[in-house]
């Protein structure tokens, strides 16, 4: 490996997919890769935007547009979520993409990077509705994804009842059942036990190991939770289970705050019933913002990106960071806050969770067997805790962060694919 590269220091990303470039840009210089190779790693292996139109169920028709993209093949087939949002861009879906191909070589398991989105707002539109967007995106994909190929998951605005139609639509086109066509599927028709909770549970090992290595126990932490959809709403409730005092969560409409340690539980039964936070009696309406600058020991930014930035970085009071979203820290951030002596997990290690029990629901699909919930529990804490441990024994060893030794590792391993496997032709 190569000397110390320039750091990101007043580097600031206008976007996730300049955020992503830089930080290959700083791993591939301690790798000292070639100039080939980087401009092979920086773009996409292959990219499709297609029109996804709608009949509305009142009748007029409306066209969404909708990417997939494969950043890269060398380890095995594409793997990544799908995103029904309105903020969905190409290039946004570009750097999810990287960062998808970064996990799963990190974690060490089988597939490339890919991610995919429609830039819909799905709180828009009726059930019927969706079902038809889902069906047309992903009638429009069939060539292009499978599970051979690329295989799509959950992300922000999606969800089991959507892989459900993704697999039904595949299937259909096949003429048989395809339970590896994609993962994050209902229970019913082949999906993992334990693959719901997944991602949430990968962030609370890696948070409680993370503490512990500062010397925190979970009795005495406290910590705030940004986003309280799939990941974060999981993230607090095992949290809270595990004796950490979780004192603020939020999502897009507000944020609650109790110095005592909000009821989780009971905020969950309040998110079902109102569809939000806000409101929730025995706390503190505060601003979103306020949430991401409360002196916690623990703060999980589980929604959006870029929320940790240039702009609010020198406010955070957190002593760590779990990235349960993918990509919530610029670059210009990571600085401040690295230099502030703040511990931050990356997204590629704290949120690989869920991409690997998608992959064992891949391989039980495959095999037509299926596991128990506590063996994939135990398999996916043997990964998370292994990569962890992984990474921290590289970081105390080179004096890099650990988002810096987790994408050298994983960077390391994907170019080491690609140059065994040639350049074709
Ligand atoms: P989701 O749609 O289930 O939930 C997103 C949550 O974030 C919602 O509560 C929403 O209200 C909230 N939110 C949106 N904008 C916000 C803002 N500005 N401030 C506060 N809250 C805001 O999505 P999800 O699946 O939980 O994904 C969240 C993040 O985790 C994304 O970055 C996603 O890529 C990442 N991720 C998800 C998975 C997974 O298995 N679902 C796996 C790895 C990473």
Known sequence: MAGRPATTGGFEASSPLEAAQEQLRVASDYLGLDSGVRAL???PRREVTVSVPLRHDDGHVSVFVGHRVQHNLDRGPAKGGVRFSPHVNLDEVRAL???????????NIPYGGAKGGVAVDPRQLSVPELE?????????????????????????????QTMAWMVDTISVDRGYTVPGAVTGKPISIGGSPGRSIATSLGVVQVALAALEDRGITPGQASAAVQGFGKVGR?????????????????????????????????????????????DFPE????????????????????????????????????????EGANG???????????DRGITIVPDILANAG?????????????????????????????????????????????????????TCIAVDRVAEAHRVRGLYP
């Open 41 to 43: 790693l920086a773009q």
């Open 97 to 107: 993409a990287m960062w998808m191909t970064w996990k799963c070589a990190l974690l």
């Open 132 to 160: 038809r967007v889902t069906r047309r995106y992903t009638s429009e994909l069939v060539g292009v994804i499978g599970p051979e190929r690329d295989i799509p998951a959950p992300d922000i605005g999606t969800d089991e």
């Open 234 to 278: 999981g993230a607090a409730i095992l949290l809270a289970e595990a004796g950490v005092r979780v004192v603020a969560v939020s999502d897009q409409y507000g944020a609650i705050h109790n110095a005592a340690g909000l009821d989780i539980d009971a905020v969950a039964t309040h998110v079902d019933l109102t569809g939000s936070v806000v």
């Open 283 to 322: 706390s503190d309406a505060i601003e979103g913002a306020q949430l991401l600058e409360l002196k916690v020991d623990l703060l999980a930014p589980c929604a959006v990106e870029g929320v940790l930035s240039g702009a609010n970085a020198h406010q955070v009071s957190a002593k760590i960071i779990v």
């Open 328 to 338: 919530p820290t610029t670059p210009e951030a990571d600085k401040i806050l690295q």
């Open 354 to 406: 869920g991409v690997v029990v998608s992959y064992f629901e891949w391989v039980q699909g495959n095999q037509a067997y299926w596991w128990t919930e506590s063996e994939v529990e135990t398999r996916l804490s043997r990964h998370m805790i292994g990569a962890w441990e992984l990474v921290r024994a590289e970081a105390r060893r080179t004096g890099r962060t650990f988002r810096e030794t987790a």
